[in-house]
C-alpha cells in the first residue's frame, strides 16, 4: 500500500502548538489549497481547506516561523480520525506531516534594502524541517 500525499497551500491562521502528556511538540496547521480548471472557456478556482499535523521540533518550528498566509510545502500521508459526538460517529481526515518546507515569500528589492528593523524580521526560518512522528 501506498500513502503519500504532498500539498502546497497558505495557512489560514497561525499555527496551534501544544503538547501530549509525555511532552511531544504537536503543531496543526490549516492550509488552504487552491485548485484552478477551464470550463467552458470560463476560469474557475476551488479551494480545499485541510488539517495537517505535524510533531516534535518540526511543530515547534512551524509555531515559532510560520503565521496566517505563510505558503508551505507539507509531504505527509492521509489518515482518518474517528470519534464520537452526542452519540453520533464523527470522522475528519487529515495530513500526518513528515516533512514541511517553509516557501520564501516574495519581498521586492526596494523593501528588502529599506528593512533595516532589526527587530525579528530578520530572523531567517530554516529552509526544510524534517522529524518523524514519535510513533
Do not use: H
Not at 50 to 75: M, R, T
Not at 94 to 115: G, P, Y
Amino acid at each position: 500500500m501506498y500513502n503519500k500525499i504532498i500539498l502546497i497551500g497558505n495557512l489560514t491562521k497561525d499555527p496551534e502548538l501544544r503538547y501530549t502528556p509525555q511532552g511531544t511538540p504537536v503543531a496543526t496547521l490549516r492550509l488552504a489549497v487552491n485548485y484552478r480548471y477551464k470550463q467552458s472557456d470560463e476560469a474557475k478556482q476551488e479551494t480545499m481547506f485541510i488539517d495537517n499535523v505535524v510533531f516534535g521540533k518540526q511543530a515547534e518550528s512551524c509555531s515559532k516561523y510560520l503565521n496566517k498566509g505563510s505558503s508551505v510545502l507539507v509531504e505527509g500521508r492521509l489518515q482518518e480520525r474517528r470519534w464520537e459526538s452526542n452519540g453520533q460517529q464523527r470522522s475528519k481526515f487529515e495530513v500526518i506531516a513528515q516533512s514541511v518546507r517553509f516557501l520564501s515569500r516574495r519581498r521586492s528589492s526596494q523593501s528588502a534594502e529599506t528593512d533595516t528593523s532589526g527587530g525579528e524580521g530578520d530572523i531567517v526560518p530554516p529552509e526544510e524541517t524534517t522529524d518523524l512522528e514519535p510513533f
